[in-house]
């Protein structure tokens, strides 16, 4: 069981626009920034959205988060074939003095 | 161009001892965290532990302390995850990753090292 919430899946057609969620408590999310993480199947995770809103060069504006109290989202817009993998957050933990914590990850299937 | 280079795969028995590695190049090596992260197959991603190559402060998540051991060798810009006694639980991809000097997130990442453990 992840300390952070995420839905298992999401799916949307090309062109269209998509949100994963994630949820957390007072102790992670409620005072941290939040990050999104990219898998393409077969690879390394990716760094895609960092300090709850901010993009790493050359990723794609089609690409946002955003954070309210205790959860985050991700949002993809114009999805594309592409953008078809696992979608994690992540962010710091302070209870136990202080560790890093993922979700469970989202599998973004493009229909 | 930031990297991280990690060991390649190792098929190992329960019960013995292995240490892969994460060479880093293309920045200052002793000024960031390097972090570790664990994937079962088929799994999500688990934080294990980072630690600062500068002093070899380190930190674990509860979940991995007195599991595994983080060390770096500053010399060398290479750090370390290591185990003493294997289990066939361990057997999943690890990576290290860089942790950002502006934010809590891990901007750079290995390729993977895949560790299978089997009688």
Redesign the interface.
Known sequence: Q?VLTQPPSASGTPGQRVTISCSGSSSNIGS??V?W?Q?LPGS????LI??DD?R?SGVPDRFSGSKSGTSASLAISGLQSADEA?Y?C???DDS??????????TKLTVL | EVQLVQSGAEVKKPGESLKISCKGSGYSFTSYWIGWVRQMPGKGLEWMGIIYPGDSDTRYSPSFQGQVTISADKSISTAYLQWSSLKASDTAMYYCARQSSAANSLDYWGQGTLVTVSS
């Open positions: 992840s941290n920034t990050n993480y898998q390394a995770p990716k760094l960092y300090n901010q790493p696992d994690y992540a962010t710091w136990l003095s202080g560790h890093m914590v993922f979700g469970g990850g």
